[in-house]
C-alpha cells in the first residue's frame, strides 16, 4: 500500500495487468478494498481505465461473494462451471477474500449459512482433474 491506502491490486487493475490480479487474488488479496477516498475499489480502477475482463472478473467475484452471503446455492453450480471452465480462476475465486477477510466459504459460513458452506466445503476437497 502507498500512503493513500492503495492496494496492489488497485494497481493491477487499472493498469491492465490480468495475470497479476489473478496472482493477487489467488493468494488472499481483498477483491473489495477501498482506498483512502472512500471511493476506489479495485473494480472502479478497472471500469475506470476501461479494462474490461478484469471489472467483469471482480464484478463475479462480487455477485459470488453476495450469493454466498445470502446463501444462494448459484455459488455452487456457478463455481462447478468455473472449475470446469479453468482451474486457475476457480482456485483464484474461492481464495479471495472480501474486506472483511473471508473466503467464499466463510463468508456463507458467518452468515448462517451451513448448508451451502458444507456444499462449498465438498467442492473445495473434490479432486482437481484439470490442469488448466
Known sequence: ??????????YAAKFNHIEIVYSLLKHGAMFDVVSSTGRNMPMDCAKDANNIDIANLLEQIANL???AKSGSFEVVRELETIRSNSLNKFLTITNVRNSEG???????????????????AKLLQEPQTLSR
Not at 500500500?1 to 488497485?10: A, K, W
Not at 458467518?110 to 458444507?118: P, Q
Open 1 to 10: 500500500t502507498n500512503n493513500n491506502n492503495v492496494f496492489p491490486l488497485h
Open 65 to 67: 461473494f453476495e450469493k
Open 102 to 120: 473471508r473466503t467464499l466459504l466463510q463468508t456463507a459460513i458467518c452468515n448462517d449459512n451451513k448448508e451451502l458452506g458444507t456444499l462449498l
